[in-house]
């Protein structure tokens, strides 16, 4: 069974650090596009990063600079590097599977990231 | 980055209504256009990519359709299950953004 599992999600303090993890199974990270997409409380849908199989790695502005994506073949697994937290990036955080020719077809159950003092 | 315009942000509906949700591009997407479905506390789920091809599973009375850089999703008959919000993204160029949303009431 195709599947994505998250987990790392926390309450954090503004200024401070998280990675989020996505551990795939049924199926390869490094063979497909990876995304990272967001949901503040009561809010739409942000995206704001992808890893392409070829290692390519894309990010929206509002997270540039801060946020890394990356990914662990040997683990088959995605992750979410978070640096300077803002209160502006708590939000439900999913990790999804999916190519810019086949949308996002594959989705976890999402972690929530809380960024307060 | 190319901006996504979807309207309306909601509307209210019957059981066995037609309902069309659209989006507009800023510029040029060819057919980089997905439409999903997202119901409270849930992951979203694809229903259509490439603008008109429906995802494996998803009911025929879901479509989408392309003219220019207006986009439509179409639910032909309105089922009690399908109150819901539902998103479009381009993925023509990154960042892939998405639409705002559009919530379908009752």
């Known amino acids: 069974e195709v599947q994505l599992v998250e987990s790392g999600g926390g309450l954090i303090q503004p200024g401070g650090s998280l990675r989020l993890s996505c551990a795939a199974s049924?199926?390869?990270?490094?063979?497909?596009?990876m995304s990272w997409v967001r949901q503040a409380p009561g809010k739409g849908l942000e995206w704001v990063s992808v890893?392409?199989?070829?290692?390519?790695?894309y990010y929206a502005d509002s997270v540039k600079g801060r946020f890394t994506i990356s990914r662990d073949n040997s683990k088959n697994t995605l992750y979410f590097q978070m640096s300077s937290l803002r209160a502006e990036d708590t939000a439900v955080y999913y990790c999804?599977?999916?190519?810019?020719?086949?949308?996002?077809?594959?989705w976890g159950q999402g972690t929530t990231v809380s960024v307060s003092s | 980055d190319v901006q996504m315009t979807q309207s309306p942000s909601s509307l209210s509906a019957s059981v066995g209504d037609r309902v069309t949700i659209t989006c507009r591009a800023s510029?040029?997407?060819?057919?980089?256009l997905n439409w999903y479905q997202q119901k409270p506390g849930k992951a979203p789920k694809l229903l259509i990519y490439?603008?008109?091809r429906l995802q494996s599973g998803v009911p025929s009375r879901f479509s989408g359709s392309a003219s220019g850089t207006d986009f439509t999703l179409t639910i032909s008959s309105l089922q009690p299950e399908d109150f819901s919000s539902y998103y479009c993204?381009?993925?023509?160029?990154?960042?892939?953004?998405f639409g705002q949303g559009t919530k379908v009431e009752i």
């Open positions: 999804a599977r999916g190519a810019y020719y086949s949308g996002l077809d594959v």
């Open positions: 049924g199926f390869t990270v490094s063979s497909d596009y």
């Open positions: 890893i392409y199989s070829d290692g390519n790695k």
């Open positions: 510029q040029s997407i060819n057919s980089y």
């Open positions: 490439g603008a008109s």
């Open positions: 993204q381009q993925t023509y160029s990154a960042p892939w953004t």
